[in-house]
């Protein structure tokens, strides 16, 4: 089990790309969050197997290849209370 926060910039507020990590992240059983920051660029935090993390970081890229400008990486440890994805406001 591995835990990444992932802050993405470029175009990434107002087209929907919180919604596509919700479904990557479901669609490959894992959890963590996604918000939008007051700087315009979106935090993501999400765990789960490490093949699966970054199969779904592997399909933002594809999907979301015009919006992202740049990604930022850390490794945090996993969070064994969390057991959902969800949309933070």
């Known amino acids: 089990m591995v835990r990444k926060r992932v802050r993405f ?5 107002g087209v929907g790309f919180r919604m596509t990590c919700r479904h990557a992240a479901s669609d490959r059983g ?3 969050w996604v918000k939008n920051e007051p700087d ?6 999400v765990q789960g197997e490490p093949e699966a993390v970054e199969a779904m970081l592997d399909h933002l890229r594809e ?3 015009g ?8 490794d945090l440890p996993p969070d064994p209370e969390e057991s959902a994805f969800e949309i933070r406001r």
Do not use: K
């Not at 910039?9 to 507020?13: A, E, H, K, L, T």
């Not at 919006?67 to 850390?74: A, L, Y």
């Open 63 to 65: 999907v979301r290849a």
């Open 9 to 13: 910039s470029g175009i990434v507020q």
């Open 67 to 74: 919006c992202i400008e740049g990604e930022d990486h850390t």
């Open 30 to 32: 894992l959890c963590g």
């Open 40 to 45: 315009g660029t979106v935090l993501l935090e």
